[in-house]
């Protein structure tokens, strides 16, 4: 160390909590100040009012783009305590837009997070420019407002409610992100695929900046994940057979499970998504690489089992049997393990074994029961497809 060198001073050392560090370093807990950020920014607050429906508290939940780029998220659930009214169980309104520890519970694959961080409200409090809160609670209508994470004030009566419920309605601070304008696309996107990965989820998203152009659209789909493999077959040409395959199986050497619904169509692109507790993992991972060994044996056995295929002919590998193919493959699982830092790539020696198991032996079934579709399938894949 230099004469000139600054020595070691715990003194100097800055500490900083809840508001103040979500203010300092917003990239820690959004992810970035560009346009990831920004929708987590969304994503960290609907949280909660999804998993008021899931859990049947609420029966539907709302996004809402408002004009000068502000989003409003509801639900019809019971409403947040106020603790300015005495209102007991669970954390109150104030808490739960200050502190981050204030939702923390269970994180299981009963948890819906529809971002990677899930560090609840209160972060989306801290990295608006203002935020107003509204409960509708026993009969009565509470509003909150709050500037930059801190409250303007307390809760105030506002009058008579009718229903019950929160809604929190946030413009995102023009200071700390590069753009506060959100994509009404990725927004559906997101939103859309989340109730596609949850049945029994009712979402509402409209946008109503302008009211030349306000549009809206619900997201409940009963199939499922069947309904999401038929959604994205959408216009890519006649199907090689016309029931979505589908199956869900428990392991308890994943501690979790894994459903799985696919379909081959004329068409020669490959669609195969995944998913872990409803996060996308866009890197893929072991759930992946399992589903693909589980096809693979699956199709290659049954055909030789049948004699559509020789003791000559090769076996059917990956890219082959991926050719039209379009699939969705979610695991729901205690403990998540992810690779890399970007958290999109699943990790966890045991899913691959206990995805491939089970598509294997679901798999094996269908066609087992559908000899005729097998034999399409199993045509389309070895002979390809018509006219080729």
Do not use: C
């Not at 070691?8 to 992810?31: N, Q, S, T």
Request: aromatic letters at 6%.
């Amino acid at each position: 160390m230099s004469e000139k060198a600054m020595p070691y001073d715990a003194a100097r050392i800055e500490v900083l909590e809840g508001r103040d560090a979500v203010r300092k370093r917003p990239g820690m807990y959004v992810g970035s100040t560009g346009e990831r950020g920004l929708y987590h920014m969304v994503y960290v607050i609907a949280d909660r009012a999804v998993e008021e429906a899931l859990a049947g508290r609420a029966a539907s939940v709302g996004i809402t783009l408002v004009p000068d780029d502000g989003v409003r998220v509801t639900d019809d659930g019971p409403g947040l305590p106020v603790g300015a009214a005495g209102h007991t169980g669970g954390p109150t309104l104030e808490a739960v837009l200050t502190d981050m520890g204030a939702l923390t519970g269970s994180d299981d694959r009963h948890t819906v997070h529809l971002g990677h961080f899930g560090l609840g409200p209160s972060v989306t409090n801290a990295l608006s420019g203002r935020l107003t809160a509204e409960v509708r609670r026993a009969g009565t209508r509470w509003v909150q407002e709050y500037a930059r994470g801190l409250a303007v004030g307390d809760p105030v009566a506002a009058g008579p409610a009718t229903g019950s419920g929160t809604t929190f309605t946030f413009w995102p601070d023009a200071d700390i992100f590069e753009t506060v304008r959100y994509s009404y696309a990725v927004l559906a996107e997101r939103f859309r695929e989340l109730a596609f990965l949850n049945r029994d989820l009712d979402i509402r998203l409209a946008d109503e900046r302008s009211p030349d152009e306000s549009r809206s659209e619900r997201f409940r789909f009963p199939g499922g994940i069947r309904d999401f493999v038929a959604f994205l077959d959408e216009g890519s040409g006649a199907p090689v057979h016309p029931d979505v395959i589908g199956f869900t199986r428990e392991d308890p050497r994943m501690a979790g499970t894994v459903e799985v619904a696919l379909r081959w169509g004329g068409g020669g692109t490959e669609q195969v998504r995944g998913f872990a507790n409803s996060l996308p993992t866009y890197e893929g991972g072991t759930h992946l690489e399992g589903f693909r060994d589980g096809l693979t044996a699956a199709l290659d056995a049954y055909a030789r089992r049948r004699r559509l295929l020789t003791a000559a002919d090769p076996a059917l590998d990956a890219d082959r049997i991926g050719e039209g193919l379009t699939a969705v493959v979610s695991v729901r699982l205690d403990r998540l393990e992810f690779s890399g830092a970007t958290r999109s790539r699943l990790g966890g020696d045991a899913v691959r074994g206990s995805v491939a198991d089970a598509v294997r032996e679901g798999l094996d079934a269908w066609l087992t029961a559908h000899p005729d579709e097998a034999a399409a399938v199993v045509d389309h894949l070895v002979r390809g497809r018509p006219g080729r």
